[in-house]
C-alpha cells in the first residue's frame, strides 16, 4: 500500500517538475545542461529531454518548450493509467459477485412528476395506487437478470452491497468470491432509504479492504469505479474524478465516473486503492429504484466511509431501514405553502397534534416553502427516525418532535370533519381529477 | 526536407487546433484515418455513420448497418475529399462490413451498385493512398504503408490493458461535415466480456467478446469509429448501440480489434479460395452464417437427455427445481440429488425451467455440462457426460 501511495506521489511529484522546468526561459546550452542533469533523475524525463532536444533542434523557444510540456503531459497519462490498473488488482480480492435467482420485477408506479422520465418507457399517466402511502419502487426500469457486485465488509462474512441488487426480493443469492468459492447468501438486512444491504456468508478470514478516512474525499481527486456486472472474473473499470461532496443531504458524494447496475454495490477507490465509498443509484426523492434512470451520466453517487459505518452497524445487527412517512396529503402544487389537507390516523404527524389546514414551516429547523423543499429535507430520512417539525396554525408557530413511520403502519385518511382555515382554499382530497400528493 | 517541415509544422498545427495534451497523438492519429458514411436512411438508421481505413488504398471497416444498402455510399476523408464507398463483404455474424472507397465520379459515370463485383479485382488501386491502420496489428499506417510508430515505443503496439485511455474517434450526431475532425469521446478500457445484448426487441446477433469502455460511444453515428490507445494504435471499432441483457442499461463497447482482424482475414481466404470472380468479390458471410446454422440445427440432437427431470409445479415462472434423476444416468452418476435447485449451465445462469430446457438445445452434441446447483445451504459444481438416446 506505501509503495503504491509512494508511487501515485512520485507521478505527481515528476509532473510538479516537470511543469517548473518548461516554463524556465533560458538559452539552449543552459538548457541542456539542465537536461543533463535532469536525465538521471528518471527515465520518465529522460525521455521526454531526449524528445524535446531531437524534436526541437532548429525550432524557436517557444514550441520547444510547448513540446516538451506536451510530452510530459503524453507521460503523465501513460504513468496514470498504471495507476488505474494497479488499483484494479489491489482491490479485486475485495469484489464478490452477486447472483440472484427468482423474484419479479418492482411494480411501475411513478411516484413523483417531477423525475425525468426513463429510457423507453410511454409517458402516459399512470393510474395512482389506491393507498396513497404505497411504498413505489419507481421508474419502469426492468432490473436484468445478470450479475451485480458488492465488497466485503468483514472478514468474518459480512458483504455489503447496494439495495438496488435485491428490488426483486429473490428467493436465493449467492455470493462468489475472487477465490472462486460461490456461496449462499443470507441478505441481513436492507437499507432502502440510502440504497444499502448487508449479506452474510459463512467464510472467515476474508481480506477486507481499506477505507480512505472521510476527511481525504476530496473534490478533484481521481476516482476509480470497480463492478462485476458485465460478466466474467475481471472487474470493469471506470475512472473520473470526485465533483462534488455533502450530496443528499450529506449522506453521498458525487463523482463523474460512470456509475450505473453493472457497478452498484461497489466500491469507488481512490489512485492509492483505498475505497472512498460506495456505488448506490440515488436522486433527490424517495423510491428505491430512484437515480436509476441517472447511469453512465457522469452524475453518480457513492456513500462514504463515516455514513456506510454509521449504517452498517445497525444492517448488521439486522436492522432494515424503510422509507419514512409523516402521513398526511398535501397540494403539491401550492408553491407556496405547505398545508396539511388531509391526516393518515394513526400516523406520525396525528400523534404528533397537527391538523388538516396547519402549515410545516420547518422540517430540523430548516425552512421548508413547498412540496419540493419538503421532500428535499425528509426523502433521507428513514421510518424510526425522530425529526423536528415545525408547524404553523392560525399563524402560531409550535415545533413537534415525531418518529417518521413505515407506510404500511399509517392508517387510513379519514373523512374532514372541521372545516379548514377560511384562508386556505379547500381542496377535496379525494378528487381524482387533482389527486393529493402524499408526503414522505 | 522542406515538405518535410511543412508536414511537421501542418502536424503541429493541427494537433494545436484539435487538442494539446496527453491524448493529441492518439486523437490527431485518429482522425486522419476514419472516413465520415453517408447512406441509407430507414427507420431508426439515421443514414450517417463512421469508418475506419484499414489499407492505403482505400479499405474500410464499419458496422453492418442498413446505411451500406444505399444505392452509393458517401464516404468523406478526413481531408474533406468525398468518394463512394462499394461493399466488399458482410458478416452477419461479426456485424461488420468491409467497404472500398472509389472516385465519386467514377460511381457517378458508371452508376455502380454499391455491391458492385468490379472493384477488387480490377488491378492497381484506383485511389489514395491513404492514412490507415494496420488492421491486423492497429499500427496506424503512412499512405506509404510503412508503420508510424511513436518515437518511445518498440517495434510492436503494447498491449491493451483494463485502465488504459483509450480515445474513440467517430461522427456521432453528423456534428462534422467535410474536412472538419470528427467527434472524439476519451475514457478507459473498463473490462473484456461476451456480449449478451438486443437491439430494440430482438437479440444481437454478436455473441463474441467486447471491449467495455467508459467513454460514451452510444451516440448515433458513432457506430464504426475507431478505438485507439494513447499512442494512436486501433484497438477496436464502436459497436451498434445496444442493451446489455445483463444490465438492461445502454452501454459503451468496441468490437476488439483481433475480431476486426479475423473478419478482414476471412475476407481474404474466402476471396482467395473462391473459383468465380463474382464470388471472389462479394464474401457474404450471411450465407455462410445460415449454412452453419442448418448444420447446427442438423447435429443437433433434440432428444439430448441427461437424466434429469425438472419441477413441473408452479406459475409462469417455474424454479429449476430437480424432481427426479434418472438411475444410472450421467446425472445420477454426477452426483445430482432430488430437491437440488439449478442455478446454471455451462456457465449461463438458469432463471427457469424453461431456460434450462433452451439451454441443453444448445449444448454441441459432445459437450459436456456443468451444472451448479444448490443444495439446502451448500453450492455445487456437478460436470456430466451427456449421452444420446
Keep these: ?440 | 526536407m522542406k515538405v518535410v517541415t511543412q508536414a511537421v509544422s501542418c502536424l503541429l498545427a493541427l494537433s494545436a487546433t484539435l487538442c494539446a495534451g496527453g491524448f493529441d497523438r492518439a486523437i490527431v492519429t485518429a482522425n486522419a484515418r476514419v472516413v465520415k458514411l453517408y447512406g441509407l436512411a430507414a427507420g431508426a438508421q439515421l443514414g450517417y455513420g463512421t469508418g475506419i481505413v484499414v489499407s492505403p488504398d482505400g479499405r474500410v471497416l464499419t458496422v453492418l448497418s442498413l446505411l451500406i444498402d444505399a444505392r452509393r455510399v458517401r464516404a468523406v476523408t478526413s481531408e474533406g475529399t468525398r468518394f463512394a464507398a462499394q461493399v466488399l463483404a458482410r458478416d452477419a455474424e461479426r456485424q461488420l462490413a468491409l467497404l472500398q472507397l472509389v472516385p465519386w465520379e467514377d460511381a457517378e459515370r458508371g452508376g455502380v451498385d454499391s455491391d458492385s463485383s468490379s472493384v477488387a479485382d480490377s488491378g492497381a488501386p484506383r485511389v489514395g493512398p491513404f492514412p490507415s491502420f494496420d488492421p491486423i496489428l492497429g499500427t496506424p499506417l503512412k499512405p506509404s504503408g510503412d508503420p508510424e510508430f511513436p518515437r518511445n515505443i518498440a517495434k510492436e503496439p503494447p498491449r491493451l490493458q483494463p485502465g488504459d485511455w483509450i480515445v474513440a474517434a467517430g461522427n456521432a450526431f453528423k456534428v462534422a461535415e467535410g474536412s472538419e475532425p470528427v467527434s472524439f469521446v476519451r475514457g478507459v478500457f473498463s473490462t473484456r466480456t461476451r456480449l449478451d445484448a438486443r437491439r430494440r426487441v430482438r437479440d444481437f446477433p454478436y455473441r463474441g467478446e467486447v471491449l467495455v469502455v467508459d467513454a460514451v460511444t452510444s451516440n448515433p453515428g458513432a457506430p464504426g469509429g475507431a478505438v485507439v490507445n494513447l499512442h494512436g494504435f486501433l484497438v477496436g471499432m464502436v459497436g451498434r448501440d445496444v442493451v446489455s441483457n445483463l444490465t438492461n442499461t445502454h452501454f459503451n463497447y468496441a468490437i476488439p480489434g483481433d475480431v476486426l482482424a479475423a473478419f478482414l482475414r476471412d475476407t481474404e481466404t474466402k476471396k482467395n479460395a473462391a473459383p468465380t470472380p463474382t464470388d471472389s468479390s462479394v464474401v457474404n458471410s450471411l450465407d455462410r452464417r445460415s449454412a452453419a446454422e442448418a448444420s447446427a440445427e442438423e447435429t443437433m440432437n433434440p432428444s439430448r437427455d441427461v437424466g434429469i427431470r425438472l419441477a413441473r409445479a408452479g406459475y409462469q415462472k417455474v424454479l429449476p427445481f430437480v424432481e427426479r434423476v434418472k438411475l444410472g444416468s450421467p446425472a445420477a452418476q454426477a452426483g445430482l440429488q432430488k430437491d437440488d435447485l439449478i442455478l446454471s449451465l455451462n456457465g449461463k445462469n438458469i432463471g427457469d425451467v424453461a431456460d434450462f430446457h433452451e439451454q441443453m438445445k444448445m449444448l454441441g452434441p459432445d459437450e459436456p455440462v456443468d451444472l451448479v446447483v444448490r443444495r439446502d445451504r451448500r453450492i455445487l459444481s456437478l460436470r456430466m457426460e451427456p449421452t444420446r438416446n
Design chain 1, 1 to 440: 500500500m506505501e509503495t503504491q501511495g509512494a508511487r501515485a506521489i512520485a507521478v505527481q511529484g515528476r509532473i510538479v517538475w516537470c511543469n517548473l522546468f518548461s516554463e524556465t526561459r533560458v538559452c539552449c546550452w543552459y538548457r541542456l545542461c539542465l537536461l543533463t542533469m535532469a536525465s538521471v533523475l528518471g527515465p520518465l524525463v529522460d525521455r521526454a529531454c531526449a524528445l524535446s532536444i531531437d524534436r526541437n533542434a532548429g525550432e524557436n523557444a517557444q514550441s520547444e518548450s510547448e513540446s516538451t510540456r506536451e510530452e510530459q503531459d503524453f507521460q503523465h497519462f501513460v504513468a496514470i493509467q498504471g495507476l488505474f490498473r494497479e488499483v484494479a488488482d489491489r482491490v479485486k480480492p475485495f469484489l464478490v459477485r452477486i447472483e440472484t435467482v427468482g423474484g419479479a420485477q418492482p411494480v411501475e408506479i411513478r411516484d413523483d412528476p417531477r423525475g425525468p422520465s426513463p429510457e423507453g418507457e410511454i409517458p402516459s399517466p399512470v393510474p395512482r395506487p389506491q393507498n396513497p402511502f404505497r411504498d413505489s419502487p419507481g421508474g419502469g426500469f426492468q432490473i436484468a437478470d445478470g450479475p451485480t457486485t458488492g465488497m466485503i465488509y468483514s472478514s468474518d462474512g459480512y458483504i455489503l452491497t447496494s439495495s438496488f441488487n435485491f428490488v426483486r426480493e429473490p428467493a436465493l443469492v449467492s455470493v462468489t468470491l475472487t477465490d472462486g468459492r460461490r456461496l449462499a447468501a443470507d441478505v441481513v438486512a436492507r437499507d432502502q432509504v440510502r440504497k444499502l444491504a448487508m449479506l452474510k456468508i459463512d467464510a472467515e478470514n476474508l481480506p477486507v479492504p481499506e477505507w480512505a478516512p472521510v476527511d481525504e474525499v476530496r473534490v478533484g481527486k481521481w476516482a476509480v469505479a470497480l463492478g462485476l456486472g458485465f460478466g466474467g472474473t475481471e472487474p470493469s473499470i471506470s475512472v473520473g474524478v470526485v465533483s462534488a461532496l455533502n450530496r443528499m443531504t450529506g449522506n453521498a458524494f458525487q463523482s463523474d465516473v460512470k456509475i450505473s447496475p453493472a457497478n452498484y454495490g461497489g466500491p469507488v477507490c481512490d489512485l492509492t486503492g483505498r475505497v472512498m465509498g460506495i456505488a448506490v443509484p440515488m436522486a433527490q426523492r424517495p423510491g428505491e429504484l430512484a437515480g436509476i434512470e441517472m447511469y453512465d451520466s457522469g452524475v453518480g453517487f457513492a456513500l462514504p466511509r463515516e455514513r456506510v459505518d454509521q449504517i452498517a452497524s445497525a444492517l448488521r445487527a439486522g436492522r432494515s431501514f424503510y422509507r419514512g412517512w409523516l402521513g398526511m396529503t398535501v397540494d403539491p402544487q401550492n408553491q407556496d405553502a405547505i398545508v396539511i389537507l388531509n391526516v393518515a390516523d394513526p400516523s406520525p404527524l396525528r400523534t404528533a397534534g397537527a391538523k388538516p389546514g396547519d402549515k410545516i414551516v420547518q422540517v430540523e429547523g430548516k425552512d421548508v416553502r413547498h412540496f419540493g423543499e419538503l421532500v428535499q429535507a425528509t426523502y433521507m430520512i428513514p421510518a424510526g427516525d425522530e425529526i423536528y417539525v415545525t408547524l404553523e396554525r392560525k399563524g402560531i408557530q409550535f415545533g413537534v418532535k415525531l418518529t417518521l413511520a413505515r407506510n404500511i403502519d399509517l392508517g387510513p385518511l379519514p373523512e374532514i370533519e372541521e372545516p379548514l382555515d377560511p384562508s386556505v382554499p379547500a381542496i377535496p382530497p379525494t378528487d381524482e381529477s387533482v389527486p393529493p400528493e402524499e408526503e414522505p
